[in-house]
């Protein structure tokens, strides 16, 4: 069965760093989803794509985070310069467009930030 | 403000009991309303979804506009319902989802 596809699945970095988080969705998904979950918290959204393009990354912290996805498929996740209160979990999750209220999530990637 | 409440952060019960993991939830618009599920060492997964009106595993949920309510109920609760529950609210037409803070439950023998 296809899943979700996430790496690294944990990631330590010093304060101030740059750190890059990679997904890749199932097979067909068009709309891809990035949410941070904060240990006790649901998660939240940072970013959603619609193919290449960003449907909403109003929660997103522009100053610090990008994420991109050139050619519609996998997509990046980058913090520059990371800070303590990054340190959280990292989901993506993706949906096709025929079934676009159910959400597919990869298993994260837990950030630590010294 | 798009807002979602889960005011129980553990709920335990026992084993054929019955449970009932409440969700609220503050919307203007028309709101559609999900349950969301992550079994131990699992991915979190769809479970039930408002509209649809299904039972899952037992499960069932009833979106209370009055009350704005979407309260996650099992007649007689299982061991494998241990899990954490996470109650959303769509909040655009792409689907992103607000989440609640999350219901652990823990059913025991």
């Known amino acids: 069965e296809a899943e979700v596809a996430q790496s690294p699945r944990y990631k330590i970095t010093e304060k101030s760093q740059a750190v890059a988080f990679w997904c890749d969705p199932i097979s067909g998904h068009a709309t891809l989803y990035w949410y941070r979950q904060i240990l006790g918290q649901g998660p939240e959204l940072l970013v959603q794509f619609q193919d290449e393009s960003v449907v909403d990354d109003s929660q997103l912290p522009k100053d610090r985070f990008s994420a991109e996805r050139l050619k519609g498929v996998d997509s990046t996740l980058k913090i520059q310069p990371a800070e303590l209160g990054d340190s959280a979990m990292y989901l993506c999750?993706?949906?096709?467009?025929?079934?676009?209220?159910?959400?597919?999530f990869g298993p994260g990637t837990r950030l630590t930030v010294t | 403000a798009q807002r979602v409440t889960q005011p129980e952060k553990l709920l335990s019960v026992f084993k054929g009991a019955p449970v009932e993991l409440k969700c609220n939830y503050s919307y203007s618009g028309s709101p559609e309303l999900f349950w969301y599920v992550q079994y131990s060492r699992q991915r979190l997964q769809l479970l039930l979804r408002?509209?649809s009106r299904e039972s899952i595993k037992g499960f069932t949920a009833d979106l209370n506009k009055g009350e704005t309510s979407f309260h996650l109920k099992k007649p007689f609760a299982q061991e494998e319902d241990s899990a954490m529950y996470y109650c959303?609210?769509?909040?655009?037409?792409?689907?992103?989802?607000?989440f609640g803070k999350g219901t652990s439950l823990l059913v025991t023998p």
């Open positions: 959303a609210l769509n909040t655009n037409s792409g689907y992103a989802l607000n």
């Open positions: 408002h509209i």
């Open positions: 999750a993706s949906s096709h467009s025929s079934v676009a209220y159910e959400q597919y």
